[in-house]
């Protein structure tokens, strides 16, 4: 079993949607979850980090974090042409990082 | 402000020659260095990371190491190149346990 699983895609929403993005992890000692962004030959940029359970919103973007389903999600609201990019899960794991194989979002206008 | 400075942008070698990165972080001391690699179409897999000069632990056995002569310092090092280590190579820095920060990255073709 991979340690952090997300659904490769594409997900495909309309400009001005909401895109649900899903991952799962199977530590459960993990304590801090991440979503970075990664446009196509680019490094990733952190989004959002939350450690929680519930929900943590900046600006257009929710975190939701369940640790008893062992199930992290990231909410994109009004979604944008701009937005269109690889969405990765991150799982902090003692001193690393680990990262889901991340999810393909294409929003058309 | 801290920044992660990672040279060269694009590289281009052939099968069996040596390969150094260099990524370095200003504005920091003792950050948690790491050296991660995307092949092509795939996810990130951890390489090396390091909390502390000359602490270095290895996540996958293959014929690259890496090294941290100094503080803010990290190489990733291979003494001869195969066609399997074409990737993109990204290092990432945290001061602690959160907020890692990649660099640019390095694109690596080996031919």
């Known amino acids: 079993q991979k340690e952090v699983e997300q659904n490769s895609g594409p997900l495909s929403v309309p400009e001005g949607a909401i895109a649900s993005l899903n991952c799962t992890y199977s530590?459960?000692?993990?304590?801090?979850f991440f979503w970075y962004r990664q446009y196509s030959g680019k490094s990733p940029e952190l989004i959002m980090f939350?450690?929680?359970?519930g929900d943590k919103e900046d600006g257009r973007f929710t975190a939701q974090l369940n640790k008893a389903s062992q199930y992290v999600s990231l909410l994109i609201r009004d979604s944008q042409p701009s937005d269109s990019a690889t969405y990765l899960c991150?799982?902090?794991?003692?001193?690393?990082?680990?990262f889901g194989t991340g999810t393909r979002l294409q929003v058309f206008p | 402000s801290q920044t992660i400075h990672q040279w060269p942008a694009t590289l281009v070698q052939p099968v069996g020659s040596p390969l150094s990165l260099e990524c370095t972080v200003e504005?920091?001391?003792?950050?948690?260095l790491y050296w991660y690699r995307q092949a092509a179409g795939r996810g990130l897999q951890l390489l090396f990371y390091?909390?502390?000069?000359?602490?270095i632990s290895s996540e996958v056995p293959q014929n690259l190491s890496a090294s941290r002569p100094q503080d803010r310092q990290f190489i990733l090092s291979s003494k001869k190149l195969l066609l399997s280590d074409s990737g993109f190579y990204l290092c990432?820095?945290?001061?602690?346990?959160?907020?890692?920060?990649f660099g640019s990255g390095t694109r690596l073709t080996v031919v």
């Open positions: 530590d459960r000692g993990s304590q801090s």
């Open positions: 504005g920091t001391s003792n950050p948690n």
């Open positions: 990432a820095w945290t001061p602690g346990l959160d907020g890692y920060t």
């Open positions: 939350i450690y929680s359970n």
């Open positions: 991150a799982v902090r794991v003692a001193d690393k990082l680990i």
């Open positions: 390091s909390v502390g000069i000359g602490q």
